[in-house]
């Protein structure tokens, strides 16, 4: 199953950017190109939630509390996903995961922390 770890994650003031990065190993180009990517986050005291998601042939999709601020990626050849986020608020605090799914597997990382704190 692929392995997916996260990066990029730390201590931002409100209206800041970070970029979080996804690694994914233990799988092939041919493989990694089949997978859906997904970012989720979860806050303190809330569930986990979805927050983007890029398809293998790069359609997009956000929630709507991250639409326009938030940008996911994908780097195939890399095999790697990205998540942009810009104009950081507090209420984004949360850890950070990325997540690979395909119609036979499904892996999680281990989380990257994001803070938004002045």
């Known amino acids: 199953q692929v392995q997916l770890v996260e990066s990029g994650g730390g201590l931002v003031q409100p209206g800041g950017s970070l970029r979080l990065s996804c690694a994914a190993s233990?799988?092939?180009?041919?493989?990694?190109?089949?997978?859906?990517m997904g970012w989720f986050r979860q806050a303190p005291g809330k569930q986990r939630e979805l927050v983007a998601t890029?398809?293998?042939?790069?359609?997009?999709n956000y929630a709507d509390s991250v639409k326009g601020r938030f940008t996911i990626s994908r780097h195939n050849s890399k095999k790697t996903v990205y998540l942009q986020m810009n104009s950081l608020q507090p209420e984004d605090t949360a850890v950070y995961y990325c997540?690979?799914?395909?119609?036979?597997?499904?892996?999680w990382g281990q989380g990257t922390q994001v803070t938004v704190s002045s």
């Open positions: 233990r799988s092939i180009l041919s493989v990694f190109n089949t997978y859906m």
């Open positions: 890029v398809t293998s042939g790069g359609v997009t």
């Open positions: 997540n690979a799914r395909s119609s036979s597997a499904n892996s």
